[in-house]
């Protein structure tokens, strides 16, 4: 049976669009709340990817910061983003989740309880920011095993060898760092260039999806949608962290900006 | 877990760089995969070059000035009545702590890599202080990141930074202290690393840095074994080794030159961070059972909550104010080879207030702390036990705090 990721994928490519990818925070700025973005969001994503949040992430701007920041502040506990996927998944239009975050959650978690929760939750890929090619070879294994993708992530940095290497032992979807930047750093490199190193990445194996992320904005994404995917985080992270500051529905407007980053790409 | 005898401690990490199979690492952003190699062949390289280790003496000689003091503390070994307390006094070294050796090598590399921009993080302002120090001394542009808590509380050290031309960065987020400095200084080296080069400043983060820093500090032990032999002919037969321990740079280096020797002969006692006694929180993971975590691109004994949140410290002293330990102290613990223990905020004023009551020795609120430790073992112990103790960090940056907690007359 494919992998939910990969019908997704498959029909946006029937219909001559890369998949949108979506990125929040589990718990922000609620546990209930971010259920019903996640909601509200189905109708115009492909993918949804979910944040774990840790309280020492070194690979994530100021947006996403604040908003794992305060979920964290607001209690949010890891049974409680279980809890929101699986709710999630009961929902008929629902659409494949990612966990995103940092090892150490699943380190203390357990792998291989963290695996099997995972799986009977409803999650469909995983990606862990601080487990690189090759001291994730173990637990990538582990994954697919459980029917669950672990997404490399390739960087303008990484090497041709090891860009070889990483795809080859990677399962259906890796995920490209559009530029050297945090997440939500302002694009610095034209979208041309990420563009041209994305295709050198797709020429490796043309068979596995890769999509593109930091930086992407409601501005940018058109520019970059010969890609198979192109995932959006840190531009949503900051309309919730405006919308409560005005004291306005998150809910609404994070899916008007999804609706609208829909429609770019279509 | 063992040690392996005649090799460094710092090359006994496994291929993808754990030590004892478990501790360090390299838990880092596919960003930074690329600058950790490339910073690793270098260092591999120059490690084992006589020029570059000739360069790298001479500067620590007419530049660090070496070596620091090695002193007997008379009035407080007779005060105590037990072993003779000696302290080798790193505080000697210019900037004030050890923090300089790591500071200088880092520039040393970068200056190798071609890189004209050098980061750092920094918890009590020494490792900040020191690099840019070097920085202006071997011409770099530095920016040091630091907690705005701790930019309150080490003023000195952050007028010291600014003066040598640094730009000083506060970090506003998650507890404003060490940790989350060093986070921010991982994060703009991830945005930065094809043009900066970065210096973690303790034995803490991804293994190639644990590694460096260890290498310089190590220059602390160099010059001890050499004064311990002049001063008593041989190394003696009973000696204790006292630091304290927040990332864990200065005890090691201290440490480094004795790791061959039976622990029976030379024993290492590492002193962590209680805190206040009437709190719970604490930076002395392994004192206090902490479990294994990842902080900071490093597999370690760390503060955490069992979701994995890294928790929040407390302690007096900014520079042992850290939740993790260095990868290369959980190994030694677990080996056996060094035993940790810790000391509250009020007993390391107490054992400032005796230090500086008995002796022209001004430690700073880390050093108290092992100090204290000291003291307090020294009593029950034999007067042919030579009690040392690193002296690693002058008092003057925590004149505000002594000043408030002790009165003016102990600032």
Redesign the interface.
């Known amino acids: 049976m494919l992998n939910p990721i990969d019908l997704a994928f498959k029909k946006a490519k029937k219909e001559n669009r890369p998949a949108l990818l979506t990125y929040t925070v589990a718990g922000d700025s609620s546990k209930k709340q971010s259920l019903v973005i996640l909601n509200a969001i189905s109708k115009y994503a492909d993918i949804l990817e979910l944040g774990v949040p ?8 100021s947006q996403i ?1 604040t908003s794992a ?1 305060r979920a ?1 502040k607001n209690g949010i ?2 049974e409680d983003i279980f809890w929101i996927v699986k709710k999630y998944k009961k929902d008929k239009n629902s659409k494949p989740i990612i966990l995103m975050g ?8 357990g792998e291989k309880k963290f695996l099997e929760k995972c799986k009977k939750v409803g999650v469909n890929g995983l990606i862990v ?7 994730n070879k173990s637990f990538t294994k582990k994954c697919i095993k459980k029917s669950i993708y672990f997404i ?8 041709k060898e ?1 860009l070889n290497k990483i795809i080859k032992d990677s399962h259906a979807m890796n995920y490209f ?1 559009s530029m ?3 997440t939500g ?1 302002k694009l610095n490199v034209s979208p041309k260039k990420i563009m041209t190193n994305y295709f050198k990445i797709k020429k490796i194996n043309p068979k596995k999806n890769v999509v593109i992320g930091f930086g992407i904005t409601e501005k940018s994404i058109k520019s970059l949608k010969k890609a198979d995917g192109l995932v959006v985080g840190s531009a949503i992270c900051k309309v919730i962290s405006i919308s409560i500051q005005k004291r306005q529905n998150p809910v609404t407007n994070v899916a008007n900006l999804v609706k609208k980053l829909k429609y770019k790409i279509l | 877990m063992k040690l392996k005898k005649g090799i460094p401690v710092i090359d006994q990490g496994n291929k ?1 760089g754990f030590w004892g199979g478990k501790f360090g ?11 950790i190699e490339d910073l690793e062949i270098l260092f591999n390289k120059l490690k084992k070059d006589k020029k570059f280790i000739a360069e790298r003496d001479k500067y620590f000689k007419n530049w660090i000035g070496t070596p620091t003091r090695f002193i007997k503390l008379e009035n407080l070994t007779k005060h105590v009545g037990g072993a003779q307390i000696w302290s080798k006094v790193v505080s000697d070294a210019n900037g004030g702590a050890h923090k300089i050796y790591n500071a200088t090598v880092h520039c040393l590399l970068a200056k190798r890599s071609g890189k004209k921009i050098i980061c750092g993080d920094t918890g009590a302002g020494y490792a900040g202080k020191m690099l840019s120090m070097a920085a202006k001394k071997f011409g770099l542009k530095c920016k040091i990141f630091m907690g705005a808590k701790d930019i309150e509380r080490q003023q000195p050290n952050v007028r010291a930074m600014k003066k040598n031309g640094a730009e000083v960065i506060p970090v506003y ?2 507890s404003q202290t060490l ?2 400095a060093v ?1 921010e200084c ?2 703009f080296w ?5 043009t900066t080069a970065m210096c973690v400043g303790s034995t803490v983060g991804p293994a190639v840095f644990v590694r460096i820093c260890g290498w310089s500090t190590s220059q602390i032990s160099r010059e001890l074994k050499v004064q311990l032999i002049e001063e008593f002919g041989s190394i003696p037969k009973k000696l204790k080794l006292y630091n304290c321990v927040g990332g864990g740079s200065s005890s090691f280096g201290f440490w480094n030159e004795f790791m061959d020797y039976d622990k029976k002969q030379c024993e290492f006692i590492g002193v962590e961070a209680g805190g206040p006694a009437k709190s719970k929180k604490h930076a002395a993971p392994l004192t206090y059972g902490s ?7 490093a597999a370690q004994y760390v503060n ?1 909550d ?5 928790e929040e410290t407390e302690s007096i002293s900014a520079g042992l104010d850290y939740p993790g330990i260095s990868p290369l102290h959980c190994f030694l613990k677990d080996a056996k080879r060094a035993r940790y223990t810790a000391a509250s905020d009020e007993e390391a004023l107490k054992a400032y207030k005796l230090v500086t009551k008995y002796e022209k020795l001004r430690p700073s609120l880390e050093p108290s702390h092992a100090f204290s430790v000291a003291i307090r073992e020294a009593k029950k112990m034999s007067k042919s036990t030579i009690v040392v103790v690193n002296s690693c960090g002058d008092a003057y940056k925590d004149k505000k705090i002594l000043r408030n907690r002790l009165g003016r007359k102990y600032a």
């Open positions: 840790h309280n020492t992430p070194v690979a994530d701007g910061q920041y964290i506990k890891i940092y090892y150490n959650m699943i380190f203390q978690y920011v601080d487990l690189p090619w090759p001291e490399q992530l390739l960087s303008p940095t990484t090497s090891r760092i050297l930047s945090t750093g | 993808l690492g390299n838990f880092v952003p596919e960003t930074l995969k690329k600058p987020s998650g940790v989350d986070s991982m994060r991830v945005a930065n690393c094809d479990k294994i975590g990842i902080l900071h691109g955490q069992s979701d994995g949140q890294i």
